[in-house]
């Protein structure tokens, strides 16, 4: 039986695989029934089709992007890889830029055709909140989780800024990174917006925020919500994902910071996912060290309980080495021990990711600016 299964498969072979060189390589592991390995090979090539595609539409050449995008697709959701190996954000991601691009040469009909494909394939990710039974919250939360970082996403305007988005700070460019307060639960607009003006206001005064000022769009929702948030432990919370998804929505988004009216409440920054929780009981430069985790990636440098139980090398901001190599080629770097961990060791002694109120330091500096670096 698996005799004739794998005749039938090679049978259709040529109409499956391209006629590309480092191809190869995976067609061979699939001949040798090794799908784990063909699975890696196919991520891998569908990931630089990906990355050509993003570079084709930034560049304005639509007809690349739509042919690199589609490649990028049947990479990454064909030979049934998508649902069984959970490649779905990826092709969602490449689904929508070719959606984009057919939006920009004006054919309204396959424009729509991908932005749904795009909706399929991000249903089946499992990583949208909500999407099983909320198809308009999934369709952002896809756009927010696999293109709020691509030029692609940048570049598409899917709406006009409501009069209820309030720019705080910028000019609207599309290749800002735009950051959208949202609250919920306030009586009255006065405190949340006081509270979003001290925090931004404080975000683009410290280093390396205030020199990439420029690069940013800061906006406010002014229309009262409940997201539902809820006490998760004493002090923590957490809030309805598919609430803040459509809520956000409204404004341009790549970061959203929630704003709950609760002065138990403290903050949270969801590790590189571009979203954070602030309690009004936390001072507003709790929003730049969330911002460091949600954003940048950055990890807590202060004293946890016990030891990394992480991959070694997994964190951006902290070395596992007592000798620091990951910070010595940083001139005016330091060795210190704990970050986040005993057996963790820090670039700089007292920093925003330790104690609030204070500098980043000079390496968490750098990593920050090379996340802003894809923003103009």
Known sequence: ????????????????????DDESVCKKAMLKLDFMGAYDCYRDIGDKRLAQATNALGTGDTAKAIELGKDAIRLKAGFGLCFKYYMCGAAAHAATLVSVAYEKTGSKGQAEAYAKRAI???????????????????????????????????????????????????????????V??????????????????????????????????????IWRLDTRQDLS??????????????????????????????????????????????????????????????????????????????TDPYTPGSSLNCDTVNTCPKF?????????????FANRYRSIDVGMMRVLGNPFGIFDEKIIEQKLSRYK
């Open 1 to 20: 039986m698996r005799t004739h299964l794998l005749l039938i498969f090679l049978i259709s072979l040529p109409a499956v695989f391209a006629a590309q």
């Open 120 to 178: 399929m394939y991000a249903k089946n990710s499992g990583q949208c909140e909500g999407s099983a039974v909320d198809e308009e919250a999934n369709v952002f939360c896809a756009l927010q989780y696999y293109i709020s970082a691509s030029s692609a996403y940048r570049e598409t305007k899917l709406f006009n800024a409501p009069a209820e988005c309030k720019l705080l700070h910028g000019n609207t460019n599309p290749d800002h990174l735009d």
């Open 180 to 217: 959208v307060f949202i609250g919920s639960n306030f009586p009255n607009d006065a405190p949340f917006n006081e509270y979003v003006d001290k925090a931004y206001r404080g975000l683009l005064s410290m280093q390396p925020f205030a020199r990439n000022a420029h690069k940013f769009n």
């Open 229 to 306: 948030c809820v006490t998760e432990e004493p002090r923590l919370f957490s809030c309805d994902r598919s609430k803040i998804t459509r809520t956000a929505s409204t404004c341009p988004n790549d970061v959203t910071v929630v704003v709950v009216n609760n002065n138990e409440w403290r903050g949270a920054g969801f590790m590189n996912e571009n979203l954070l929780y602030l309690g009004m009981g936390v001072p507003t430069s709790a929003f730049v060290h969330e911002l460091g985790h949600a954003f940048a990636g950055l990890d807590d440098e202060y004293m946890y309980s016990g």
């Open 328 to 340: 010595t080629s940083v001139p005016g770097t330091q060795c210190k021990q704990e970050c986040g």
